[in-house]
């Protein structure tokens, strides 16, 4: 059997944290190494919605790349989280993401090599919906968006230090 195929699949999890949680990030070809410093909020997704995307635009030969995050979650579980401050600080500070994706890879969004934390993931959209028929669940649907001028970084190694 060969393995020779494309990995598939969204999002799997995501760790949020606030922008000055970032004590060092190293850069290289590779990837990067991060450290951070603060407890994630830990968003808990419902299957196969949350969704992660990069959009490449040019403009007179000047690279700007938009990252989306889209997180779907159910509307009982996001209370935990989702909260006055915590959209406060999406909007206003924004925070910085660590994604999970479903083929194993792991990136820093919100976070670069040239901005460092100067474009974090913000607050783009917030819906809350019912669904459509009896037996959807309520769900909340969060879009933060960030810019900058390279894709996201593959993240090789995590060390996180709590204060």
């Known amino acids: 059997m060969s393995s020779n195929y494309k990995p598939v699949g ?14 060092a990030a ?9 450290t951070l410093s603060a407890t994630p909020i830990e968003v808990e997704l419902v299957d196969d919605l949350s969704c992660y ?9 000047i690279a700007k790349i938009t990252h989306s995050l889209t997180l779907v979650a159910d509307r009982a579980t996001a209370s935990q989280w989702l909260d006055t401050e915590f959209l406060e600080r999406c909007s206003a500070e924004g925070v910085v ?4 994706l ?3 890879r ?19 959209s ?9 037996r959807d669940k309520p769900t909340v649907t969060l879009q933060l968006i ?6 996201s970084q593959e993240i090789l190694e995590i060390v996180q230090i709590c204060s």
């Open 10 to 23: 969204g999002v799997e999890s995501v760790a949020l944290y606030p922008v000055d949680a970032v004590v």
């Open 26 to 34: 190293l850069f290289s070809s590779d990837g990067c190494e991060v």
């Open 53 to 61: 995307e990069e959009l490449s635009k040019s403009k007179n030969g």
């Open 97 to 100: 993401a660590v994604i999970s």
């Open 102 to 104: 479903c083929d194993g």
């Open 106 to 124: 792991r990136l820093l969004v919100g976070y670069s090599a040239l901005f460092g934390n100067e474009q974090p993931l913000r607050l783009e």
């Open 126 to 134: 917030l819906t809350s919906t019912s669904g459509s028929s009896l």
């Open 146 to 151: 960030s810019h900058d001028t390279e894709f």
